[in-house]
């Protein structure tokens, strides 16, 4: 039955790349990131609501009052994440950033394993486990370097920028476990689900209104009738991301799930770039970078198999 999780995670990685070509067109079609991901969240938390009334387990909602606060929150760092990629990305540029988010997934998840804490048990860490990291991150390098900006992204003092990014990856195995412990106390991944993007709207919200306050740009939802039916699938994508992350960690380890999404995610953004979908620019892919997807991909397997 664990074994199951292995492509689920995988194609949940896969789902973070077509998430991200929709939410440029909710973006542009809005006017405003921040509102383009508060729309995605509100609808991922409705979707989920629906399935968990027609699965029959919306009762467990009643149990939330029972529930430790912090094991509610998972869904604040959906917010953190965002808005530091709005944050980080023109500054350290897109492969940089993103470089560095997958560096702190992997250096969080480590951790969650070897240390035990969030509910997460305890696995000390195997001689093959820490080579698999190794090899992730060195992939992440590759790919890294493998764009031909990346090198001018890296100049200049930036150490700040690098350290959030750094920050952002990490809370997404945090968010992970946190919303594992909730599924412990409900036992509904679904109301898991729910409420974690309830919250990530809440969040989203404050936000987008501090945005607002400081001068940001105001959303223009006029746009949204002639944004193609694609721009709508981000918050099914989310959803899906978020449920599967929670659900696989206690079964495959906290490393492995998040090595396994990454290198979804790495694996359809080979194929997004190469060939343009969801209207973004056309990019080659360069042969150190094909080759860091590889080392990442044997790296995850290591992780897994030994």
Same mark, same amino acid.
């Given at each position: #039955? ?10 949940? /990685? ?5 998430? %991200? ?34 699965? =029959? ?5 009643? $149990? ?53 804490? *969030? $509910?997460? &048990? ?49 809370? *997404? ?15 509904? &991944? ?13 969040? #989203?919200? !404050?936000?987008?209104? !501090? ?7 105001? &959303? ?5 009738? %002639? ?10 994508? /989310? ?13 495959? =380890? ?26 973004? &620019? ?13 080392? *990442? ?10």
């Amino acid at each position: #039955m664990d074994t199951l999780f292995i492509p689920l995670s995988l194609a949940a /990685g896969g789902l973070l790349a077509v998430q %991200a070509g929709a939410n440029a067109q909710l973006s542009k079609a809005t006017g405003s990131p921040f509102a383009a991901t508060t729309i995605q969240v509100v609808l991922a938390a409705l979707l989920l609501l629906i399935v968990a009334i027609a699965t =029959g387990t919306a009762a467990a909602f009643g $149990g939330l009052q029972a529930v430790p606060w912090w094991h509610a929150i998972g869904g604040v760092a959906t917010a953190l994440y965002v808005a530091s990629t709005i944050l980080v990305f023109p500054r350290l540029g897109a492969v940089v950033a993103v470089g560095l988010f997958i560096a702190g997934q992997m250096l969080a998840s480590l951790a969650l394993d070897s240390f035990g804490v *969030l $509910g997460v &048990p305890r696995q000390a860490p195997k001689p093959a486990t820490l080579i698999g990291t190794a090899a992730v991150l060195a992939g992440v390098v590759a790919i890294v370097f493998g764009q031909k900006a990346a090198t001018k992204e890296l100049s200049g003092s930036k150490l700040g920028w690098m350290l959030l990014a750094l920050v952002a990856g990490a809370v *997404l195995p945090v968010q992970g476990a946190i919303n594992g412990l909730l599924r412990q106390d409900l036992g509904a &991944p679904f109301v898991v689900g729910t409420i974690s993007f309830a919250v990530a709207t809440l969040s #989203m919200i !404050v936000v987008l209104l !501090v945005t607002l306050l400081t001068g940001g740009a105001k &959303p223009q939802l006029g746009g949204l009738k %002639a944004m193609p039916w694609w721009g709508w699938i981000g918050a099914v994508c /989310g959803a899906t991301y978020v449920t599967t992350v929670f659900v696989a960690i206690p079964a495959i =380890g906290t490393a492995a799930t998040v090595g396994l999404t990454v290198a979804g995610q790495q694996i359809v953004s080979l194929f997004v770039d190469r060939y343009g979908w969801f209207r973004l &620019p056309q990019r080659e892919i360069s042969t150190l970078r094909f080759a860091g997807v590889v080392v *990442l991909l044997l790296g995850v397997a290591a992780i897994k198999v030994f």
